[in-house]
């Protein structure tokens, strides 16, 4: 039975190849989908066919839609021989299939079906599905709490399965599935040792339960420790007995006791069978009795009266084990205080044991949160939290005719100002001086969907400083922009200029007068991009905004974030230091962030996750935060949450299939220098479906192409991200509960481009280490020069002689060298992933001084105004030689990361090339490799391509020590 349709639109196609013999073809497009097949009609002699045809397949399972393919062929068609030519093949994923509503059309270059077709040309489609009505949204990213139940079900059981396939993979061959460390001490290539203190340390804790015959609770939560909790659901009461001698009801709620502990449900006035559905979780560690007490009583101004209760002894409660089913809830008489079944009514509740990996563990009240006030409880309970959708929002400002001035007699100074939200840019004036200027200048903003704001758009002449007439004014919704995925030009229109005429003197206006002046615009939503919300250094997301653009995922990361240790106190209550703690982690579009540990300087977490890996060049970001929240009911008061610490891994640096468990260093800089705040300690395996998929991601631009074909100035893109993080910021503190902008901001390193003397000679000194080899060499050199060492100046000299008489081993003895150095790094490759250095990033040797101009603020606090003025000014411009800096420190880096180790496929991918060029060095005179060489790089323009090479992008993919940076 069908549940929902799919449609593949065959618009047209260009450029075809001509297959029938007289310089032409007659084709048509043959689409398959799920087994179903359905073709359009054939265009006669025609190689830049228009088809314009839709065909419909049903959609079986909507839930398995993103693992499916479309095949789509186009074949010449032979009338006379009933026989068909290939012309072309395109194939979608069914990641990038999207709803109906949100298709555009989309040209794909065909694909040849072996390497002796001859294919050219490309194909437009437009690619979408229509949900049923009653149907799942096989591509929704919102569930309902039930639908995400069902899924952690199925997600549980599928992670079971590739766990248990993982285990018999490494018998059969022999291996252990956690990787021991090494014997001896790993050494850190090219870094001064930090002390101990703030140095990495790997840990071992009692992942999954421990052993080799885990059960099945840790199919989801293997890689964290197990919490083991008692669960208490109050689900409703009836026929309750009335307490109010005038209206006979009571108003009821139910108070669950262990112990000391004791949490209570909501009441309501003047019901006698309430509804709470509410769950409460007891830390197994903190049990302080073994009899469970479940009270209901009567709401009153002076004392609650007791109505009944219901007790368990704890030895007879049950465990429940995800993925079974929920415990179902019973009915039970309620005793009086005696224990007696004398009372009237009864309760339905349920009770159990179970872990954290149990679905009722996120929204639970739990018993260390019970001094909690009631508003807090909210911010802190565990939530996922997905980034809004942005898009660049591109407006190219033509031209404008039939302006009316309200002065002729003067040139005017005409300018079009554009606002969108909180965002505004303003047009050069134009050159012309007439009521007909032109602009053609562009302005690019940031936008998140669902689309909330308007463009707006108001010419303006300037009539002297900061007075501006408004000579019309135009709003254009972005519901009703044009969306495109490539560098196809948007089609140009003209709007109507409309002005309001107030009356002096009256609060009221007059309707809105419409005139003759037009403004002519192109404006589109460009989904080509990546919009940057992130530092690039930093980035965790690469793939651009438009859906049918995504590649399907090459791996799976799951991070563990199991403890916190020996955390330093940022408040005080009554004068005593206290931390209530959460982790936020970001990866991609998707945060999560744990729930609150109250009051505990060692917080226990011990929650997993798990994100999609697109590009495995990207960096996973965990910050530790204090909640200031839940201790300030009043929001009034306006408490920002504060910083911790965070900590950064770049997948890349991670070996597959590996789970690395250390303790972080929290490190934080205040005005009184570098402080440790305490360790974080995380479990991490990042896995992969495929090793070639993951190589060949390598030589792939880093950046979408339209950063390429059309590329943003680096001014625009700067700003453009402090647009984007300000987007991401106040969406995000919509949600309930709110991730709040502080920690948005500290998690996208909202000033990272600030000016700081301390980053600015780290950077100095992070060159200075890069061109130490170029040192080295001259310093060896001179050894050779000056005979120290006359067996080694013997040798040097042979080695020259030989190459001398025969040149072409200069280029097979460097690339066997660079190998040979490769595989003797391989013993001393870097064995935990990158963290924070305070030596690399110069934070123990800062002084007061520097301190102070770090921490100023930006504007600077300085009350004169000449002071102010030249120190901002010195601070932009040292801001950008710092970055400048950085940028030559980090190609320098990613050279000498090239045989380190660091990235191990990356360095696999070089001493395999290394191997290849030598033995094709040593066959290929040098003679014709130069030829080749030569005529390859001033080869015409026209057989260049816009895209970076092979070995540039192979070259941005290469990890820095960027990743240290504090």
């Known amino acids: ?8 639109e065959v618009i047209d196609a260009h450029n075809l190849m001509p297959k029938d013999g007289q310089g032409s073809a007659s084709p048509f497009v043959e689409v398959d989908f799920d087994n179903q097949r359905f073709r359009t009609q054939a265009k006669q002699k025609d190689l830049n066919p228009v088809w314009n045809q839709k065909l419909v397949f049903d959609i079986i399972e909507p839930a398995n839609l993103h693992n499916m393919t479309v095949d ?5 068609e032979k009338k006379s021989s009933h026989q068909r030519n290939f012309l072309g093949k395109v194939k979608i994923v069914g990641t990038s299939i999207v709803r109906q509503g949100e298709e555009v059309l989309q040209r794909f270059a065909l694909d040849k079906r072996s390497i002796f077709s001859h294919i ?97 609770t840790t199919s989801t939560y293997d890689l ?9 659901r109050v689900v409703k009461a009836r026929d309750l007995p009335g307490k109010d001698i005038t209206s006979g009801s009571s108003d009821p709620y139910v108070e669950v006791k262990l112990g000391n502990y004791k949490g209570t449900t909501k009441h309501f006035e003047k019901k006698s069978n309430p509804e709470w559905n509410q769950v409460f979780a007891f830390s197994k560690e903190r049990l302080q009795s073994s009899v469970l007490e479940v009270v209901v009583k009567d709401k009153s101004f002076i004392k609650d009266d007791f109505i009944g209760r219901v007790s368990f002894d704890l030895n007879e409660v049950p465990t429940r084990v995800p993925p079974d089913s929920p415990l179902a809830p019973q009915w039970y008489r309620l005793e009086d205080k005696n224990g007696e079944s004398k009372v009237k009514g009864e309760l339905m509740l349920s009770v159990w044991m179970g872990t954290q990996a149990d679905e009722a563990f996120p929204e639970a009240w739990h018993s260390d949160a019970a001094a909690v006030h009631s508003d807090g409880l909210t911010n802190i309970r565990s939530k996922v939290y997905l980034s809004p959708k942005l898009w660049y929002v591109r407006v190219n400002v033509i031209e404008a005719q039939d302006l009316l001035l309200c002065d002729r007699g003067r040139f005017p100074e005409l300018s079009v100002k554009v606002k969108l939200g909180n965002q505004m840019m303003k047009t050069r004036i134009a050159q012309s001086k007439t009521t007909s200027p032109l602009w053609n200048e562009d302005l690019v903003f940031v936008a998140a969907e669902p689309f909330e704001d308007y463009l707006v758009l108001s010419v303006e002449d300037r009539l002297g400083p900061n007075k501006d007439e408004i000579l019309g004014r135009t709003v254009i919704p972005l519901t009703a922009v044009e969306k495109r995925v490539d560098h196809r030009i948007v089609n140009s229109r003209w709007f109507n200029l409309e002005k309001n005429i107030a009356l002096d003197g009256d609060k009221k206006k007059e309707k809105e007068v419409k005139f003759s002046s037009r403004i002519h615009l192109r404006v589109c939503l460009d989904g080509g991009y990546h919009v940057l919300d992130e530092s690039t250094l930093y980035s965790s997301d690469l793939r651009p905004t438009a859906k049918q653009l995504w590649k399907p995922y090459i791996g799976i990361l799951e991070v563990g974030i199991l403890s916190a240790q020996n955390l330093l106190p940022v408040k005080t209550n009554n004068g005593r230091g206290m931390a209530d703690t959460y982790c936020v982690a970001k990866y991609g579009q998707k945060w999560v962030r744990t729930r ?104 792939h631009p880093y950046l979408p192409k339209m950063h390429y074909l059309y590329p943003l100035s680096v001014a625009q893109l700067e700003c453009l991200r402090y647009q984007a993080i300000n987007t991401v910021a106040m969406r995000l503190n919509r949600a309930e509960p709110p991730l709040r902008r502080e920690v948005v901001e500290y998690m996208l390193d909202v000033d990272s481009h600030m000016w700081s003397m301390r980053r600015s000679k780290a950077n100095f000194f992070r060159i200075m280490s890069v061109l130490s080899g170029l040192v080295s060499i001259g310093k060896w050199f001179d050894d050779i020069r000056n005979w120290k060492n006359p067996i080694t100046t013997v040798l040097v000299h042979i080695l020259f002689l030989i190459l001398v008489w025969y040149p072409k081993l200069i280029l097979t003895t460097f690339f066997g060298y660079m190998c040979l150095i490769g595989i003797w790094h391989y013993r001393f490759r870097p064995r935990n992933p990158p963290h924070m250095d305070i030596r690399l990033s110069q934070a123990d040797a800062v002084s007061p001084d520097e301190l102070d101009e770090e921490f100023d603020t930006f504007p600077t606090s300085r009350n004169a105004e000449i002071v102010r003025m030249r120190y901002d000014r010195l601070r932009s411009v040292a801001g950008r030689i710092q970055t400048v800096f950085g940028d030559f420190a980090t190609q320098g880096e990613r050279f000498q990361s090239l045989l380190s180790w660091r990235d191990p496929r990356a360095t696999t991918i070089f001493i395999t090339f290394c191997f290849l060029a030598c033995a094709l060095t040593y066959v290929i005179p040098f003679q014709v490799l130069a030829v080749l060489v030569g005529v390859y790089l001033l080869r015409h ?26």
């Open 941 to 966: 323009p026209r057989f260049r391509s816009k895209l970076p090479s092979v070995p540039l992008n192979f070259l941005r993919r290469l990890p820095a020590r960027t990743d240290s940076m504090l």
């Open 596 to 699: 609150t540990v109250i009051d505990s300087f060692s917080p226990k977490w011990n929650e997993q996750y798990t994100w999609e890996v697109y590009d495995p060049c990207t960096v996973i970001t965990v910050g530790v935060f204090d909640n200031l929240q839940i201790r300030v009911p009043d929001k009034a008061t306006g408490a920002k949450d504060m910083r911790i610490g965070k900590v950064r891994i770049r997948l890349s640096t991670l070996e597959t299939d590996r789970v690395y468990t250390h303790s972080y260093p929290l490190l934080m800089l205040h005005n009184s220098g570098v402080k440790k705040m305490g360790e974080l300690q995380l479990a991490v395996r990042f896995s992969c479906s495929s090793l070639v998929n993951i190589m060949q991601i390598y030589t």
């Open 72 to 76: 789509v062929n186009v074949y010449n």
């Open 224 to 232: 964290v420790e197990q919490m083991q909790y008692l669960y208490a």
């Open 1 to 8: 039975m069908s549940k929902g349709k799919l449609v593949v």
């Open 120 to 216: 050219k040309g490309e194909l437009g489609l437009k690619v979408y599905y229509i949900e049923e009505k009653g149907g799942n949204n096989p591509n929704s990213e919102k569930k309902s709490k039930e639908e995400k139940s069902v899924d952690d079900k199925k997600e549980g059981k599928q992670h079971q399965q590739q766990q248990q396939q993982r285990q018999q993979s490494s018998q059969q061959q022999g291996k252990v599935v956690e990787e021991k460390k090494a014997e001896g001490k790993p050494v850190t290539m090219h870094a001064t040792p930090q002390p101990a203190d703030y140095a990495l340390k790997e840990t071992n804790p009692h992942l999954g339960g421990g052993g080799v015959n885990r059960d099945k």
